[in-house]
């Protein structure tokens, strides 16, 4: 008797002490398997009877504890996460806030410029373009240097007709004034941005860059600047005379009243690529791609140079458009090709600007006005007409 209640105690243990609890049909059952155990005991086989017990409830315990584990897997899947604290939780129990709350990712808004709003603005008022990036110091200095070539260029000066025209001179200031801080306008509202937001790697050169890129022996010892120039002004020698064979004068196709201060051709080299191939070609490649932006702003620095033919004579218009507008668009390819080439707009100044300064100094040394004196004494049908 007392090993009979000894295993009845076990086993009521066992049963109330699992965390699920079972069905009638498993009492029902363990009820029949007690009833064993006493007849086995009786017969003097208790520790036979009792192990497929044990063994039969453990196999039950666990299979219960799986069935628990899919339930709350399936819940899981359900409900669309593994987080238990996402659960559906039963009244009256604490809810972590946190835990069913799902915020949406930070929005963090990059202050930006537009690249084109900058550059217009630096059109109609040299250094407005650095006020709308917020940089006076910058638009202080463009907008002093404007001021300053615009009063050079408007004031009535009353020279001698030996003394050059100022006004133009004031007038080329201005003009390329404007073209430079256009250019630093276009290239600070990118570099704002970020380059890397933009396809195209376009030339970042400074100012200081350019205006020494002419005097450089690092720009100019290259092959492609040096050979360039003679390149260049062969090629202009060549095309010119087969144009303007008639002409029995040295005389270049820009040719003013008052002939341009030789080197008032660095400026001009500075400021017409940094509008031509700074911001043009930069713009159109970076929506067309290299070729075409390259063909592009060549072909617009050549119709930008059709004004020239005003300070021609009339039978010699037609010309210029046939055959110096050409030779000056294919002279901007290859200055665009310089400056995809090197991502810089060096290069590109160094040869534009020696070779406007071989023009300005002939026009400027045989004035237009002394033809009999500076023609080339060569037969009347031979001369030289260079194009700028």
Known sequence: MKNYLCCMTILSFSLFSENA????????????????????HHLGNVSDATQPL??????????????????????????????????PQEAGTMINPTSQIELPEPVIKVPYKSAL?????????????????????SAVGYFGAAFLSGFYALYPWDFSTDEPDLQVEGLVMNQNTHFLSMYAAYRDARAFNGHDTYAYKMPTDNL????YASFSYATLSKPEVWGGVIGA????????????????????????DDPIFP??????GMGEEALFRGVLQSTLIEKTGPATGIALSSLLFGLAHMPNAAALDEDLRLRYFTVSIPFITALG?????????????KEAVAVHAWYDFALFSLAYFFDAEDYEEASIKKPKSFSFSWSF
């Open 21 to 40: 609890p079972l069905s009638g049909d498993h009492v029902r059952g363990d009820h029949a398997l007690s009833k064993r155990v006493a007849n086995d």
């Open 54 to 87: 044990e063994d039969k409830r453990t196999s039950e315990e666990n299979l219960i504890a799986s069935n628990t584990e899919l339930s709350k897997e399936d819940s899981l899947v359900a409900i669309g996460t593994t987080n238990p604290l996402a659960l």
């Open 117 to 137: 709003i900058a550059t217009g603005l630096s059109t109609l008022i040299p250094g407005l373009g650095h006020v709308y990036l917020d940089e006076l110091s």
């Open 208 to 211: 200081d860059d350019l205006t």
């Open 233 to 256: 002004f062969s090629l202009a020698t060549l095309v010119s005379y087969m144009a303007y064979y008639e002409e029995a004068q040295m005389r270049p196709t820009l040719s003013l």
């Open 263 to 268: 080197f008032l051709a660095f400026p001009i």
């Open 333 to 345: 390819g290859y200055f665009g090709f310089l400056t995809h080439k090197n991502s810089s707009l």
